[in-house]
């Protein structure tokens, strides 16, 4: 069912939002400083295309450091990031087939929003990032 889900989801809005984070990683790993960001959005970028059977848990060893890079991120690239999943999302929940991807784009605005000091892991395992 993960793997049905998944394509769909790909089809319908998961390629664009890769897209958008592979765009803003790359943009961040351009500018020297902001490295860190890009490697988080070619991890969300990941997450994006493929979401299913997948979740973020929080990372324990994230301390004021991520914490002032989500400020950063929201800034300068989150906030696009969020209205990108925000509109998919709406569009996504007018049609009754596309409620579930839609859902599952809300539930993405938390990491799209803060992605440093989270970890994605298989849902199966999600404590083992712990």
């Known amino acids: 069912m993960k793997f049905i889900l998944n394509v769909l989801w790909l089809v319908l809005s998961g390629f664009w939002l890769a897209l958008g984070y592979v765009f803003a990683g790359i943009i961040c790993c351009i500018l020297i400083i902001t490295i860190p ?35 950063i991120w929201i800034i300068f690239a989150g906030w696009w990031l969020a209205l990108g999943h925000i509109i998919t999302g709406i569009a996504l929940c007018v049609t009754i087939i596309g409620i579930p991807f839609g859902i599952a784009n809300f539930k993405m605005l938390p990491i799209s929003l803060m992605p440093l000091g989270r970890d994605i892991v298989p849902t199966d395992e999600p404590f083992a990032a712990r």
């Open 37 to 71: 960001f890009g490697i988080a959005s070619f991890r969300i970028a990941g997450y994006a295309l493929w979401p299913f059977g997948r979740t973020t848990v929080p990372r324990h060893d994230a301390g004021a450091g991520s914490a002032i890079g989500n400020v």
